[in-house]
C-alpha cells in the first residue's frame, strides 16, 4: 500500500519549458490537492478535485493546470514555466479532511532556471 | 479569510527540554485543527488533531488543545529529543465540503543533545 505516491522527486527545467508533475492514490479519497512550499511562506494551496472530473483553484492557481479524469490520479501542468515556480510541491489526499486529516506525498522538488 | 499564525523559528532547545510552538488562527466557521511535521527532505505526516473545543490531540508525547475562547492549538512536549528536530506545522480545516487546509508559516525546531 504506497498511500500518495509523486514523481519525479527532482526536476530542473529551463524558462519556458513545460512538465507534469504525477500524483497518485490508491487509498480511494475522492479529496486531492496540490500545495507549493516555499521558504517562510509555509505551504500554499493551488489546485484541488474532490473527485473525478470535478477542479477548483486554491489560493495561488496562475500558471498551473490540472484535471482529474479518475479516482487515482491528479497530475500537476506547468505550461511555461517561470523562475518563480521554483518551489517543492506536495500532493495531498483525504477521504474526509475535517475529521480524518490529509496524507501528503514525499514532494518534488522544481528549480526553474 | 482563515489563517494561521505561529511563533517564528527556529527553536533551538537542549535535549529533554519543555517544548511550546504557539498556533492561534482565524477561522468564520468551526474549523478542525492539526499539527503537521515534516523531517528534513520527507513530506508532511500528521502530528495530532483536534476537531472541537476543549478536544486534546495527543501523539508521541506531544499534545495540543483546542482552545476556542482564545482561538489557540498551542503545541506542547514535556521533554524534547534530538530526533524531535523538524519544521512543525499549525493548519486548520473549516468545517466545508471542500475541506482545503490552510497552514501557518511553519515552525523549525533544532534539538541538541
Known amino acids: 500500500n504506497a498511500g500518495v505516491t509523486q514523481t519525479p522527486k527532482f526536476q530542473v527545467l529551463k524558462t519556458g519549458q513545460s512538465m507534469t508533475l504525477q500524483c497518485a492514490q490508491d487509498?480511494?479519497?475522492?479529496?486531492m490537492s496540490w500545495y507549493r512550499q516555499d521558504p517562510g511562506m509555509g505551504l500554499r494551496l493551488i489546485h484541488y478535485?474532490?473527485?473525478?472530473?470535478?477542479?477548483d483553484q486554491g489560493e495561488v492557481p496562475n500558471g498551473y493546470n490540472v484535471s482529474r479524469s479518475t479516482t487515482e490520479d491528479f497530475p500537476l501542468r506547468l505550461l511555461s514555466a517561470a523562475p518563480s515556480q521554483t518551489s517543492v510541491y506536495f500532493c495531498a489526499v483525504t477521504g474526509g479532511g475535517r475529521v480524518a486529516g490529509y496524507t501528503f506525498g514525499s514532494g518534488t522538488r522544481l528549480t526553474v532556471v | 479569510g482563515d489563517s494561521v499564525t505561529q511563533m517564528e523559528g527556529p527553536v533551538t532547545l537542549s535535549e529533554e527540554a519543555f517544548l511550546t510552538i504557539n498556533c492561534t488562527y482565524t477561522a468564520t466557521g468551526y474549523p478542525s485543527l492539526f499539527w503537521y511535521v515534516q523531517y528534513p527532505g520527507e513530506g508532511l505526516q500528521l502530528l495530532l488533531k483536534?476537531?472541537?473545543?476543549?478536544d486534546k490531540g495527543s501523539n508521541k508525547g506531544f499534545e495540543a488543545t483546542y482552545r476556542k475562547e482564545t482561538t489557540s492549538f498551542h503545541l506542547e512536549k514535556g521533554s524534547v529529543q534530538v530526533s524531535d528536530s523538524a519544521v512543525y506545522f499549525c493548519a486548520l480545516s473549516e468545517d466545508s465540503g471542500y475541506s482545503t487546509l490552510t497552514f501557518g508559516k511553519g515552525t523549525m525546531l533544532l534539538v541538541s543533545p
Open positions: 487509498m480511494n479519497h475522492e479529496y
Open positions: 483536534a476537531t472541537k473545543a476543549d
Open positions: 478535485s474532490v473527485g473525478a472530473g470535478i477542479t
